[in-house]
């Protein structure tokens, strides 16, 4: 049996003069089918309806049990493969195959006896706003008949429909996103406050309740271009139909009537069209040109910035000199440069907070500075001045060589582990705290104590030394003051002189002379 429309259209060829014959090719049909419906009046087909909606069907009788199966599953469309499988586990052989549940369960809905439920789709549609307020994001893909595959980039201003468009011949990754941002907003000549994206794993990890979480790299360019976003919620694309719009404008306008060989005749071409039909052509919707509105919409944009994500191009750097202190100037601040760029000419590239210097010829990147807030000042980074000219093991047996006691050996050694990525600039300060001790016994003693008190650096050794050096040097100063005191005392005492009676000198002279009588 065929339904009404099918009827309709055999009865419109027939009035129209056609035979069975061309109604069987032109409309596919049996050639029997056509002639039972050929020569059918509009009443007996609706009769003959009736009496099939009456007739019974083989799923009559597992009627109650479909509709009770829908109910169980909030009358939700389902796979008709899982409700004949369903039906087939519980009532083991079926009175007919897929096909007729099928007819049946189409039979029931119009009948009115099987209502699926309507779930609105939650949606906003963004309203008309004023120039430079909002840019829309989006993606498409387009495959050529030779086989070669385009990913489709596509912009647009949501005010003057200004479109940008670019495409690239491998999968988007984040930075290619973030690259093909910033050329179009060199072409927009500013930047949007407000950015339209779906959510893209490109740059949206997740939307946690309404909390959204971009991509380490997306986050970061957000920021320092100072953008606002307006994420889609799934199933909304009436939230950037305006680029949507675009994308499916560029595949069948564009793309669908050429066939490019290579990626670089195609961005050629798209590039010509961008400015000739694109945006040269009025826009239906605004009866403006957007090449023309985009003239008021550029007042309203913001800036351009620079960008982390460009500083190894060759787009927006500048040349300066290096002094002879090894250092260049920006914006009244003095920042470091290796000491072997003295008067060499270098190039720069800053963003918002960060000042990138590169080598002019090879394009290396020579240093990095954080930006400084004030004037006047001198930013340095100490490795800049550092002598790499001999290697590190040299360094290290030149320290060791110092000192020939065991636990210096160990003490370089925990340092060596302990600052394991500045044993460099350790063994360098060691050469010129330690080449000359006053007190080798004295250093021992600090070598020891640090070894003990799991200090290892070298500014720890020197302040200990420095300690105990002091310690000894009171210690030596007490004891001198002590005997001083001594001999000052001594000094000032009148000697004890023994003292023998006349009577006793008398004698001795008396024994004398008598003797000599």
């Not at 389902?78 to 007729?100: R, T």
């Not at 913001?302 to 920006?330: A, W």
Request: charged share 30%; with cysteine; net charge neutral.
């Amino acid at each position: 049996m065929v339904n009404k429309k099918m009827y309709r259209r055999i009865q419109d060829l027939k009035k129209k003069g056609y035979g069975k014959s061309q109604i069987t090719d032109r409309l596919k049909l049996d050639p029997a089918t056509v002639r039972k419906y050929f020569h059918m009046e509009p009443e007996e087909y609706t009769s003959y309806l009736s009496t099939t909606s009456q007739r019974r069907k083989h799923f009559d009788m597992y009627e109650d049990e479909i509709l009770s199966l829908y109910k169980e599953n909030q009358n939700q469309r389902l796979n008709m493969s899982a409700v004949y499988d369903f039906l087939e586990e519980k009532f083991l052989q079926l009175p007919s195959g897929e096909k007729s549940l099928r007819n049946y369960i189409h039979h029931l809905e119009n009948a009115r006896k099987l209502q699926y439920a309507s779930k609105p789709r939650e949606y906003q549609k963004v309203p008309e706003l004023p120039y430079g307020k909002q840019m829309q994001l989006d993606f498409g893909e387009y495959k050529f008949r030779n086989g070669l595959k385009l990913y489709i980039f596509g912009t647009l201003l949501s005010t003057s429909r200004f479109k940008y468009v670019s495409i690239q011949d491998k999968p988007f990754k984040t930075l290619h996103v973030i690259h093909h941002l910033l050329d179009c907003f060199d072409y927009f000549g500013g930047i949007p406050e407000e950015l339209v994206i779906d959510q893209d794993s490109l740059m949206v990890v997740d939307e946690n309740y309404g909390d959204i979480i971009y991509t380490k790299q997306f986050k970061v360019f957000l920021e320092e271009m100072d953008l606002k976003m307006f994420v889609c919620r799934k199933a909304d694309p009436e939230s950037k139909g305006k680029v949507e719009n675009l994308i499916k404008y560029v595949k069948y306008n564009f793309l669908q009537v050429r066939n490019f060989e290579d990626i670089e005749t195609a961005r050629e071409s798209l590039r010509k069209w961008l400015s000739r039909r694109a945006n040269g052509k009025i826009c239906q919707s605004t009866r403006k040109v957007p090449l023309l509105a985009i003239e008021e919409e550029r007042q309203h944009l913001r800036p351009l910035r620079n960008s982390i994500y460009r500083k190894d191009s060759f787009v927006g750097r500048q040349q300066r000199t290096v002094s002879e202190k090894s250092c260049i100037m920006f914006e009244s601040n003095e920042y470091s440069v290796p000491t072997e760029y003295r008067q060499c000419i270098v190039e720069i590239y800053t963003t918002d907070e960060q000042l990138y210097i590169f080598d002019e010829c090879s394009g290396n990147e020579l240093a990095c500075h954080k930006l400084s807030m004030e004037t006047g000042k001198r930013v340095i980074d100490k490795s800049h001045f550092r002598s790499n000219s001999r290697s590190v093991n040299e360094l290290e047996r030149e320290i060791t060589e110092l000192f020939d006691f065991e636990a210096w050996k160990i003490f370089i050694e925990k340092n060596h582990q302990t600052y394991s990525r500045y044993f460099r600039d350790q063994c360098l300060l060691a050469k010129k705290l330690f080449t000359e001790v006053s007190e080798p016994a004295i250093f021992e003693m600090s070598v020891d104590y640090c070894l003990q008190n799991s200090t290892y650096a070298m500014t720890a050794l020197q302040d200990t030394y420095c300690y105990h050096l002091k310690e000894h040097k009171e210690e030596q100063d007490t004891i001198k003051n002590i005997f001083a005191d001594v001999f000052q005392s001594k000094a000032h005492e009148e000697p004890e002189v023994s003292q023998r009676s006349i009577h006793e000198y008398e004698d001795v002279i008396g024994s004398r002379v008598g003797g000599a009588e």
